[in-house]
């Protein structure tokens, strides 16, 4: 009876071990799963976008070609205005790969030309990890006999 107990606690914890360890493992998002260009409509990357989920350590890269196309993190409203009063980060060469550091809501646009306007930009919500987002963490059990 006790072997057995041993052997499913065993069993318990190489599944909890890969269920977390697939978790926290960063991904890297292509972003429009191809090129970083003008769409062929206004909501092709909020389209995109709204398919998947970012977490915390995974990377967005934009794949671009240089002197076409640049990638500008800005403010929701920079975003949304198409403008670029106060950029946080500015790419100018691709592919650019963005860290996703923080749970939080990422807005990137173009800033050639029109090209925001014309649906050039992408809006990421990132999602802090399971173990991040509970603050009070259960003590683990002891397993030993």
């Known amino acids: 009876m006790e072997r057995k107990f041993r052997h ?62 640049n990638v500008v993190q800005v403010s929701r409203f920079d975003y949304e205005n198409c403008s670029t009063e106060d950029p946080y980060r500015t790419f100018l060469s691709g592919p650019a790969r963005v860290s996703l550091d923080e749970g939080s809501v990422y807005y990137f646009i173009c800033t050639y030309g029109n090209y925001c306007h014309l649906g050039l930009r992408l809006m990421i919500p990132v999602e802090k990890p399971l173990s991040q987002n509970n603050s009070s963490h259960a003590p683990a059990p002891n397993l030993s006999p």
């Open 8 to 69: 499913v606690c065993r069993l318990v914890l190489l599944f909890v071990f890969a269920f977390s360890l697939g978790s926290v493992m960063a991904k890297d998002h292509i972003v429009g799963n191809s090129k970083w260009s003008i769409p062929t409509s206004n909501s092709f990357y909020s389209n995109w976008a709204s398919n998947r989920s970012f977490m915390v350590g995974d990377y967005l890269v934009f794949r671009f070609e240089m002197g076409f196309y």
